[in-house]
């Protein structure tokens, strides 16, 4: 399995650069999977289903499946601190590519998602683990970079570029425990 992070601040297009890789890389043949860092409190259950009502009821755990889906819920009794290979341990194994929203601090190779416009500092300078920036903006980086530039708004350059470097993000759990 490959795994790379897209990450940046808020409003910075990384949502948008990893919805469009999706059906690019899929269109090539490969698996896809996303791992999402969620910043608030979020539900992807409703009230009034059946398994938002287990829920409430006190399970621990709900998993919802048909012959198209599967959904596992967990609640933690107390605030849990998961890091990004918790969650890549969550996924199916058969996967090729698992596309890393957020979890900018994490030890995972990145593609920073940065935008001038934004007026948010770049993350690029103090992270070892960021090896390309993809960006709107490539003649305003704050500061020059040997590592590559990306086009933040060709999403099939972007994919072609994680193609031709899938080597470096091969990834198993043995690399991080």
Known sequence: MKVVAFAGFSGSGK???????????????LRVS???HAHHKFDIDHPGKDTWRHREAGAFEVVVASDRRLALIREFERPAQLTVHHLIAE????????LVEGFKDSDLLKVEVW???SGKPALYPDDDFTVAIATDSPDELPEP???PVL?????EAVAQWLIDNQDRFNYGPEMFW
């Open 15 to 29: 949502t948008t650069l990893v919805e469009r890789l999706i059906p690019i890389l899929k269109l090539r043949g």
């Open 115 to 117: 935008r001038a416009a």
């Open 151 to 155: 086009d933040l708004g060709d999403a």
């Open 34 to 36: 996303v791992a999402k």
């Open 145 to 147: 970079t040997l590592r």
């Open 91 to 98: 996924l199916y194994d058969g996967v090729d590519w698992v």
